[in-house]
């Protein structure tokens, strides 16, 4: 299974409409969004997108998580988890969270084969023994490069996409 893994939007629709066509074309078929989406329009337009499942954590600048939860709610598709989401997904047990110190950590643990974070805008991926741990980079665009990630559950790689 081919999985999105989206972080630090930060209200940049522009630059969310040019990666959820790449997500569409790389033929995704869910999304794990990190956080840091910040207005609730963000993830309407995000659902409205995407077809498939989506997965979210809050971020540290979703400012209003009453309403980000109503409009979640309002997408079938749409699943918010606070403050971490244990998944089990195509064979794999996944986690996801903002925050890249507790990623590392749970990574680190060994008790889940990837662990996705984002929060510092950074593009990486590393290897705890086989658990794998990556930040998709920003949609934002802030430090000059737009991106996400492709999460491949059936031979454990991960991808970074330059949008």
């Known amino acids: 299974m081919q999985i999105a893994v989206l972080s630090d939007i930060h209200d940049r629709l522009d630059h969310l409409e040019r990666v959820m066509a790449a997500v569409n074309a790389r033929g995704?078929?869910?999304v794990f969004f990190l956080g840091d989406g910040c207005a609730p329009f963000v993830l309407n337009d995000l659902a409205e997108r995407f077809?498939?499942?989506?997965?979210g954590v809050f971020g540290n600048n979703d400012g209003d998580r009453f309403l980000l939860c109503r409009v979640a709610a309002r997408h079938p598709q749409m699943t918010w988890h606070d403050?971490?989401?244990?998944?089990e997904v195509g064979g794999r047990k996944i986690l996801l969270t903002h925050y890249p110190e507790i990623g590392r950590r749970l990574a680190k643990s060994g008790e889940a084969d990837a662990v996705f974070s984002g929060h510092d805008h950074q593009r990486y991926q590393h290897r705890f023994g086989e658990a794998l741990w990556a930040n998709p980079g920003e949609i934002m665009g802030r430090f000059g490069v737009v991106s996400f990630g492709l999460y491949d559950t059936v031979g454990h790689s991960f991808e970074h996409v330059i949008v």
């Open 28 to 30: 995704a078929e869910r």
């Open 83 to 87: 403050p971490l989401a244990e998944l």
């Open 51 to 55: 077809a498939g499942p989506i997965d």
